[in-house]
């Protein structure tokens, strides 16, 4: 009985013999030092659940000299009732970015499971949004945008809706986009006439008319404008991965490289929206030892300096170049982890020395 009584007090105990977590402590807004203010990261805190990691991992995009980070705040976390918001992640996530001194580029979208045509049919219905739900989601922008009013200065409708897959396994609809782009614009500025509204974060395909995988960003963005969506964006928010190719490679209709972004630039051009500016809010190069769109870690180095450097120079109208992805929450395990620049354990790799050397001028 002794013995007995003995293990109980100390099971009791243990809670309060633990070692305490991380202390969290925000403090006075910190200023990004950076040579380079094009520079950027897509940081992947949705599923990031203690504080002390998102505060790292934001501190790390500044001491890297990023000032611009893109980040996902999914519709289906933060309204799963119809209605009944909860914001404390996001408030987490936006306290802490705020804190670093970082430009928020937020980007909105998955659907709660009260909006999808057939909630049991999760996997393959949690990015379909029926036209009869677009008001809710304009709801949820401009509730957003409100909430965030002087904190996140830019947000991203929606994500590659050139791809069925970020469509909801349906066929690709450049009208239907853009008639949920015009509601969430006209939400967003209702709420925060100051909040910079991104269109397309276009996903670069090649895939032709009628495919089942999705449509060409060329061909979709077109189709946007003849669809009547230039009074709906403030700016375009593309993808650029550069995959085997060097940044300088040159852009071809039927080539997916980095610079394929002057071939978007050149549509705005001709639609009349040469005033407005881009975001390229993901980008960068893989080196996984054996997937065939990879290249070698060196090369992946060398390429992702010479990508911000390349936008910097030969692109006035491109205002950030965030790269995909800054650091996953847990492994992966395959390909993707070797977009990474900092390891799950915050270990920085060869790319983010490489670039915190370019942004803030250190001797390599």
């Known amino acids: 009985m002794a013995r007995w009584r003995a293990a109980t007090l100390l099971l009791l105990l243990l809670p309060c013999l633990a070692p305490p977590g991380p202390l969290i402590v925000v403090g006075p807004p910190q200023t990004v030092q950076t040579n380079h203010p094009i520079v950027g990261a897509h940081t992947r805190l949705t ?14 995009v500044r001491e890297m000299g990023a000032p611009w980070m893109v980040e996902f705040f999914p519709w289906a976390y933060i309204e799963p009732e119809e209605g009944e918001y909860n914001w404390s992640h996001a408030d987490m996530v936006i306290r802490h970015a705020e804190a670093q001194g970082l430009d928020v580029i937020a980007r909105l979208g998955t659907v709660p499971e009260w909006a999808r045509p057939d909630p049991d049919d999760q996997a393959t219905t949690w990015n379909y949004l029926n036209r009869e739900h677009y008001p809710e989601f304009a709801a949820f922008v401009g509730a957003f945008a409100a909430r965030y ?97 060097p940044p300088e490679e040159p852009p071809a209709p039927d080539a997916i490289n980095f610079r394929r972004v002057e071939l978007l630039r050149e549509l705005m051009v001709q639609h009349g929206d040469a ?63 070797y977009f990474a620049f900092v390891a799950p354990d915050f270990a920085p790799r060869a790319v983010y020395d490489s670039v915190q050397a370019y942004a803030r001028g250190y001797p390599e």
């Open 275 to 337: 005033h407005k500016q881009v975001y390229v809010t993901e980008a960068g190069w893989n080196d996984h030892p054996r997937w065939t769109r990879a290249v070698r870690p060196g090369e992946r180095v060398s390429y992702t300096v010479e990508a911000y450097t390349y936008a910097e120079a030969n692109w006035p109208w491109a205002k950030a170049v965030a790269m995909w992805a800054f650091r996953f929450p847990a492994r992966q395990r395959g390909y993707a982890d």
């Open 47 to 60: 599923d990031e659940v203690e504080e002390w990691k998102i505060q790292r991992s934001l501190q790390m």
């Open 149 to 245: 009013e002087g904190q996140v200065g830019h947000v991203i409708i929606w994500n590659e809706p050139n791809l069925s897959f970020e469509w909801g396994y349906r066929p690709v609809d450049p009208e239907g986009y853009t008639e949920l782009l015009a509601g969430a614009y006209q939400a967003a500025k209702a709420t925060n006439p100051g909040v910079t509204v991104l269109g397309g974060a276009l996903a670069p395909t090649l895939e032709p008319e009628g495919s089942p995988a999705g449509l060409s960003d060329l061909l979709y963005l077109d189709q946007m404008y003849a669809a009547g969506a230039s009074p709906f964006f403030d700016a375009l928010a593309v993808h650029a991965y550069g995959w085997a190719f």
